[in-house]
């Protein structure tokens, strides 16, 4: 990219970067001592604003440029990433929303806690979150590296390098000096971007076609080189068996994960009242489902536009098809217009992974500190001295987070994302689910279920095709894969919910039936809510 491009986008970088970190001076000059103002901004945000910080919370860069880039090389497959993410707030919605927000206080463990010995269900629980979290994170920075790599004209490896751990830094800061009340109107200025940008894309997409759909998917299937497959499944899961098997696990994982992801739960506390929380999700649900409609226009439009090729030319796993898009659909290289919506969509796409950064990481170190610490420590620390814990945890997160970061760096980020839910759906949807419904759960059966469905879930990335194997691996090189699909769950979802059955029936343990009557009532009407 041509210094014409570069200067006003690394213009807009720097004003966003600087809004925010004016946003968390000015929010860390109140008072932060107390765990309810770090971990969930004193529950004093509206329905409103809350809707809007999880829409921005949820809509990543997995979905603003791993989405339509693999709609851009695949076509109709690509869009099972936009579907299963949006079909993924209905099981929030009615399962999970008020009755997280009732049970808990600022994790998935003090839902799981409330009716269990806690030490064992903390540690097992925050172990998952943490995990989750990183996963979640690396797919983030890959994406700030894939864009800046573009941005500055190529893909040098210290360019990428030093953006990974540059966007590293700024979430620390911002987990560590704004807390939960920062992060959140990070989120809700990012998707208000986000959205404007998407619509203004989208737009100037279908005016290019004027305004027919039809004509914009004959040509993007014309361009792509392979006619009506490229409109119709199985380009890229439909090849064999294994194929296949691998999307119905990627879409379980996504219609499943959103449930058990940590940032996603957190976000129910930040609002007095159940009922808050509920109609937090209706705003989010409206907000990202709009969202993931345009993704399709500019996956396709990108094809049609821009050509896979020329995409898969800029980045192999199809990250920069939206900014190359918005190139073209401003004039081309050596336009203006070009040059100015360029920057636009690469400022807005960066502003993206900065505030889904936060967020995730303020989730995971409430999860280090709120739970692993104070379990780890045998008594309950002081708030204080538990929120100190959680900001240094932001720094270890944070650089567990870069060196993966690095690691991953040419993989796609809607494909990364896809992973981090599968361990979501497998480790936490299950103890989540039992803890709320089945009257019979046991502290066993808690802990069985959250590692009956991570370990799985873990090892069976770690021997796919993913890790090592093929050629798109992330160690070209060496082969130990042994398990066929790169997404495991498949697999390690049903066994998550075998798992806490088998433990939950050879316990020794004598369910509380006391204390599940009181968690019911406290989940369905809020009474002896936090």
């Known amino acids: 990219m041509t210094g014409d491009h570069q200067t006003p986008a690394l213009l807009l970088f720097s004003a966003f970067v600087a809004v925010t970190l004016a946003i968390t001076t000015w929010v860390s000059r ?9 971990y969930a901004g004193g529950r004093l945000f509206s329905p409103l604003e809350n809707g809007f910080a999880i829409a921005g919370d949820y809509m990543s860069a997995a979905s603003f ?16 990433y936009s579907v299963g993410f949006l079909v993924a707030w209905l099981v929030v919605l009615f399962l999970v929303a008020e009755l997280v927000r009732n049970c808990g206080r600022f994790t998935l463990a003090d839902v799981v806690a409330a009716r269990m010995r806690e030490r064992p269900v903390r540690i097992a629980a925050g172990t998952s979150s943490v995990t989750v979290s990183v996963l979640y994170l690396v797919a983030q920075m890959v994406g700030a590296g894939s864009l800046v790599a573009l941005l500055l004209g190529g893909t040098g490896e210290v360019a990428r390098a030093w953006t990974v751990i540059g966007v ?25 971007l986000l959205l404007g940008g998407t619509v203004a894309l989208t737009a100037l997409v279908l005016v290019r076609f004027h305004g027919d759909f039809d004509g914009l998917l004959l040509t993007a299937a014309e361009r792509s080189g392979h006619g009506q497959a490229f409109l119709a499944p199985g380009l890229k899961y439909g090849g064999d068996w294994t194929a296949r098997f691998d999307f119905i696990s990627l879409g379980l994982a996504l219609v499943l994960g959103t449930a058990g992801l940590p940032h996603i739960l957190s976000r129910f506390y930040t609002v007095p009242t159940a009922r808050a929380a509920r109609r937090s999700v209706v705003w989010a649900i409206g907000l990202i489902g709009g969202f993931y409609l345009m993704t399709i226009v500019l996956g396709f439009g990108a094809a049609a ?10 980045n192999a796993a199809g990250n920069t098809a939206v900014p190359l898009l918005a190139l073209d659909l401003g004039g081309g290289a050596d336009s203006t217009g070009g040059t100015v919506l360029f920057a636009v969509v690469a400022a807005i796409a960066f502003a993206t992974i900065l505030a889904v950064v936060a967020g995730v990481t303020l989730a995971s170190s409430a999860s280090v500190a709120h739970d692993l610490y104070a379990s780890l420590r045998r008594r309950r620390g002081e708030p204080r001295s538990e929120v100190a814990v959680a900001r240094v945890a932001a720094v270890g997160i944070g650089v567990a987070a870069i060196a993966l970061g690095l690691l991953a760096r040419d993989l796609n980020v809607a494909f990364l994302v896809g992973l981090a839910f599968a361990v979501a759906a497998s480790a936490n949807l299950p103890v989540l689910l039992y803890s709320l ?30 890790v090592s194997g093929s050629p798109a691996a992330l160690f070209p090189g060496l082969d130990f894969q042994c398990f066929p699909l790169q997404n495991p769950g498949l697999v390690s979802i049903p066994l998550g919910f075998l798992a806490g059955w088998l433990g939950t029936v050879t316990s020794a343990e004598v369910p509380d039936e006391a204390r599940h009557a009181e968690t019911e009532v406290r989940s369905l009407t809020g009474a002896g809510a936090v």
Request: hydrophobic share 50%; no cysteine.
């Open 30 to 38: 109140r008072r932060q001592g107390s765990a309810e103002e770090f």
């Open 305 to 314: 536009i821009v050509g896979p090729d020329a995409v898969r030319g800029s």
């Open 437 to 466: 419904f089945w009257r019979g759960f046991t502290t066993r059966g808690a802990v069985w279920a959250v590692y009956g469905g991570l370990v799985p879930a873990v090892v069976l990335v770690l021997l796919s095709p993913v």
């Open 65 to 80: 440029l791993g989405i339509s880039g693999l709609i851009a090389l695949y076509g109709y497959d690509g869009m099972l």
């Open 168 to 192: 590293g830094a700024l979430m620390v800061i911002y987990v560590s000096l704004g807390g939960m009340r920062a992060t959140t109107w990070i989120q809700i200025v990012k998707a208000v």
